[in-house]
Structures are given as structure tokens and as C-alpha cells.
């Protein structure tokens, strides 16, 4: 599947402020974030951005494009993310273990915006849900790929395809709403967890290294 281009009509940008739209971008995530896409207002984002309510219009047409901005942007970045992964290897086993390894490194490092990637899509609408539940398709659909090829050379066995991938990435998604940086286990060792869990899920049984 391609990935599309994106919806343009709402999103505005000027050259001549390059770092105004990035600061308006961060404030949303971390309200988007800390109170919820639909408890947060222009005002509340303008206010945390120290600039007026106006000059968020200015760059995006309303809140909603705002929101469409940052899953986008995040979810392309994973998509990225999982390309590069599969372009390694061939192989099904190790291709599973790194993409559980990557996808648990890319939620704790970018807590914030992968949080609001994750749990707001209700917040758009007819506009804009249908290319993020695309990119988001995308991304299942690799899962369920390794997966399928995993079992046709006998190396995974799992009950249902479908259910096995939404169940791996919901518990590798997880880990966005209680990692902390500094905690007892360093991330690698959490992301190695993940990936020996999810491979033990799927019944494989990769040799030593």
C-alpha cells in the first residue's frame, strides 16, 4: 500500500517563521497529552507557546489539522522506522524481534507524541481519520505479513493472525504509559523484553546467538 499524500486544505504554513509552527507543534502534544485532545483549547496551546491564539490559525486552519499534523507526523516517522527494519532481513523471526524492539524504542523515546497518536483519533473527523487509519493500516498490515510468512515456513504457530498482531502491538504500545527514563531496567533491556515475549507468543524459538 502507498502512502498518500495529505490532506492540505486546512494545514497552512509560512516559510519566514520556520520555528513557529514547531513551537505551536510541541505545546499541542504535550496538552494534547497531559489534559486530552478534546479538553484542550487554541487558547490553552496559544498560551503555552507564548504566542496569540491568531498565529495558531495562521499556520493550521483549526485544532482538528493540528491534531491531523502530529499523527501524521508520527505515524510517517514509524512507518519509516519499519521499512528500514524489514530492509535488513528476510527473515521472519528476525524481523518480528527487531520491529518489536523498534516500535517499543520509538514510544518510549517519543512518549508524548506517539501517546496522542495512539489514543486520539477520535478527535477527527471525515476530513482527516480516513489517511491516518490508512497509515495505521499500513503498519498492521506489515506485522500481519511477518507473521504470515513466519507460519507458512513453520517457524510461528499462533491460533489467528489478526488477533495475534493487535494483541503484540497493543503490549508493545503499552509501554508509552509507564516507562520512565532512569527507571530500573534501561530501555534496551525493555525493548529486548518485548521482543522475547512476542517471539515466545508466536511459538518461536530462535537458535542462540
Known amino acids: 500500500m502507498n502512502v498518500s499524500t495529505s490532506p492540505k486544505r486546512f494545514i497552512r504554513r509560512e516559510v519566514h517563521h520556520p520555528q513557529t509552527p514547531e513551537l505551536i507543534y510541541?505545546?499541542?502534544?504535550?496538552?494534547?497529552?497531559?489534559?486530552?485532545?478534546?479538553?484542550?483549547?487554541?487558547?490553552?496551546?496559544?498560551?503555552?507557546?507564548?504566542i496569540q491564539p491568531a498565529t495558531i490559525y495562521h499556520y493550521y486552519g483549526n485544532k482538528e489539522a493540528l491534531l491531523y499534523t502530529i499523527m501524521e507526523?508520527?505515524?510517517l516517522d514509524l512507518?519509516?522506522?519499519?521499512?528500514?527494519?524489514?530492509?535488513?532481513?528476510?527473515?521472519?523471526?528476525?524481523?518480528?524481534?527487531?520491529?518489536?524492539?523498534a516500535h517499543v524504542r520509538f514510544h518510549c523515546e517519543r512518549a508524548l507524541e506517539a501517546f496522542?497518536?495512539?489514543?486520539?483519533?477520535?478527535?477527527?473527523?471525515?476530513?482527516?481519520?480516513?489517511?491516518?487509519?490508512?497509515?495505521?493500516?499500513?503498519?498492521q498490515a506489515?506485522?500481519?505479513?511477518?507473521?504470515?510468512?513466519?507460519?507458512q515456513q513453520g517457524v510461528f504457530s499462533v491460533p489467528d493472525i489478526h488477533v495475534t498482531t493487535n494483541t503484540l502491538l497493543v503490549m508493545a504500545s503499552?509501554?508509552?504509559?509507564?516507562?520512565?527514563?532512569?527507571?530500573?531496567?534501561?530501555?534496551?533491556e525493555i525493548a529486548d523484553i518485548h521482543a522475547t515475549l512476542a517471539l515466545k507468543a508466536v511459538s518461536a524459538f530462535p537458535p542462540p546467538a
Do not use: C
Not at 522506522?81 to 524492539?101: I, K, N
Not at 480516513?130 to 499500513?138: E, G, L, S
Not at 508509552?176 to 527514563?181: E, I, K, L, P, S
Open 26 to 50: 510541541q505545546a499541542a502534544v504535550t496538552l494534547f497529552r497531559e489534559r486530552g485532545y478534546h479538553a484542550t483549547s487554541i487558547r490553552d496551546i496559544a498560551m503555552a507557546a507564548n
Open 79 to 101: 512507518l519509516k522506522l519499519q521499512a528500514g527494519v524489514l530492509g535488513r532481513t528476510g527473515d521472519p523471526v528476525a524481523q518480528l524481534r527487531e520491529l518489536m524492539r
Open 73 to 75: 507526523r508520527t505515524l
Open 142 to 151: 506489515a506485522f500481519r505479513a511477518i507473521l504470515e510468512a513466519g507460519v
Open 174 to 188: 503499552g509501554a508509552v504509559t509507564w516507562y520512565h527514563a532512569g527507571g530500573r531496567l534501561s530501555l534496551e
Open 116 to 139: 496522542v497518536a495512539d489514543y486520539e483519533l477520535r478527535g477527527l473527523g471525515e476530513e482527516f481519520s480516513p489517511q491516518i487509519r490508512a497509515y495505521r493500516d499500513q503498519y
